[in-house]
């Protein structure tokens, strides 16, 4: 008897045919795989075969309209509010500081000069704590519930009436947000304003919100949510109806090729040219009643009547809207320039000139 008829023929079959026979193997179990588990992994060459090696998994796409979604939106926005009005409070506090003693505070660049010559540069940043922890929170609540109110609106309404009535939806959306936003808001605001209106008060959050509590009481922190609401949502709804609509507008007559062609550069730059457009008509529409809210916070006796009183109301509708019409023009523009990167990083559309809502299933 030969060696080769004593052992097994396995161990002295030739090599390629072995191979074939693997190969055959790794393919018929192949077609036996799922279209999405044969997405996770790539096939290469090497001689003459074919390897199975594993790829990275693809990134997970983000369901429209989830919880998740809602979460991410918010999570852009808080970036937004809280990064952009942290940036200008160097304008904050000159703007407060004309709108409450305009004597003194006669211009931009006096208000500057004054400022820096009383408190040093670190007044012109006064504040900035209240105000990155409050227009964070109001952030996050701003875009995530106009997300959620806007597509649930759009729901109730149906198709046809979402689209035909869809500048109602962008403004019957932002203005149930905004209601929210702000009451997280007040709090924060209440405080920012008197630390930098009201010299020796404190020096930020953590000496002057407690201060604040012990002469006003915790009530004393939502006093001025009326006259922010008078604000903030006449701002907010201009905001992003006039940014949807912007946005639609700049696609159609200015940008020469559909969204969909675009690059995620371009279409940013569309996001910042719309918000700096809507942010302009957003200073005036709020003006009155952001002069309301620095007045109502800087002082303890001060009443709506009395403030139209002492002011006027052309004072009133005037005073300091230069300088917060470059203010919000350009933290407008950057929070919707910020909002959509964001948004187009985690895998979503940016924001506006969107498909009509989706057609009720036949």
Request: charged fraction near 15%.
């Amino acid at each position: 008897m030969g060696l080769s008829e004593m052992l097994p023929s396995s161990l002295y079959t030739p090599a390629s045919s072995t191979f074939a026979s693997l190969v055959a193997s790794v393919r018929s179990d192949e077609a036996m795989v799922s279209p999405h588990q044969s997405t996770l992994a790539q096939k290469f060459r090497m001689g003459g075969g074919d390897l199975m090696l594993a790829a990275p998994a693809e990134k997970r796409k983000i369901k429209l309209y989830s919880g998740e979604f809602y979460g991410v939106c918010a999570v852009g926005g808080m970036l937004s509010c809280g990064l952009t009005h942290t940036a200008v409070t160097p304008l904050d506090v000159v703007k407060c500081n004309m709108q409450i003693d305009p004597k003194r505070y006669k211009s931009i660049a006096g208000g500057f000069s004054l400022t820096a010559k009383e408190a040093g540069l670190g007044g012109l940043v006064k504040g900035w704590v209240p105000t990155l922890l409050g227009y964070s929170v109001q952030g996050a609540g701003k875009f995530g519930l106009y997300e959620f109110f806007k597509h649930y609106y759009s729901e109730l309404a149906g198709h046809e009436n979402a689209a035909k009535y869809q500048t109602v939806l962008f403004l019957a959306g932002s203005a149930s947000a905004e209601f929210f936003a702000d009451i997280g808001l007040c709090p924060f605001e209440a405080v920012k304003v008197k630390v930098q209106t009201s010299p020796g008060f404190a020096k930020g959050l953590a000496d002057g919100m407690p201060k604040f509590i012990q002469q006003e009481g915790v009530a004393g922190l939502w006093k001025g949510i009326t006259p922010l609401w008078g604000r903030q949502i006449p701002y907010t709804m201009m905001k992003f109806a006039c940014f949807e609509n912007t946005v639609q507008a700049l696609y159609k007559y200015v940008v020469p090729k559909p969204k969909e062609q675009c690059s995620n550069n371009e279409k940013l730059g569309v996001s910042f040219a719309a918000g700096y457009i809507a942010g302009i008509f957003c200073a005036v529409v709020s003006h009155p009643a952001d002069n309301m809210v620095s007045k109502l916070n800087s002082s303890k006796d001060a009443t709506v009547g009395s403030i139209v009183k002492d002011m006027g109301w052309f004072n009133l509708f005037t005073r300091g809207l230069p300088l917060r019409i470059v203010m919000i023009g350009t933290l407008t523009g950057l929070q919707w320039g910020i909002y959509d990167a964001f948004k187009v990083y985690v895998g979503l559309p940016t924001t506006g000139a969107a498909a009509p809502p989706t057609e009720p299933a036949k």
